[in-house]
């Protein structure tokens, strides 16, 4: 993962070099002032192509993955994550899915929610995360920035 761009006001931009970004002109995360919004993630290989085909816990352990090394690079920390939101395919299992985000949270549960959906955009997606976190004040890369 790209370190962050710093952008008007102190926003910090993080692109991880993801096709889609370009395309869809989104980042995979940004954050402004102490929040940090980390864009829907899916377990995607570079050329694209879904990973773990048909293993519900594998994608989502790839994609909390994905999400934490976003908050990361904007100073954020596992314990900053304040929500998450779980998409899944309708084929998707559901407890597999809960498993890897009990695992990755620990002792630190965000506030979260979990849906099933239509599907995902792609062949072989079946989970898809999203997330924001609260970094306080005099933490991280953009501390002291100003952020109007």
């Known amino acids: 993962m790209s370190g962050p761009a710093v952008t008007s006001a102190g926003t910090q931009r993080l692109r991880d070099g993801t096709g889609w970004q370009d395309v869809g002109g989104y980042s995979r995360a940004v954050r402004r002032g102490p929040l940090v919004a980390v864009s829907g993630t899916t377990a995607h290989g570079p050329d694209g192509a879904a990973l773990f085909p048909g293993d519900t816990y594998g994608q989502a352990r790839h994609c909390l993955g994905v999400v934490l090394a976003a ?78």
């Open 71 to 148: 908050v990361e690079a904007l100073g954020g920390t596992r314990e900053d994550v304040v929500r998450t939101r779980v998409l899944l395919a309708p084929d998707a299992d559901w407890e597999a899915a809960t498993r890897a985000h009990g695992e990755v949270f620990g002792a630190a549960p965000p506030a979260n929610s979990t849906y099933y959906v239509a599907g995902l955009v792609g062949d072989g997606f079946l989970v898809e995360v999203e997330a924001e976190a609260y970094v306080g004040p005099g933490t991280g890369p953009a501390a002291g920035t100003a952020s109007g």
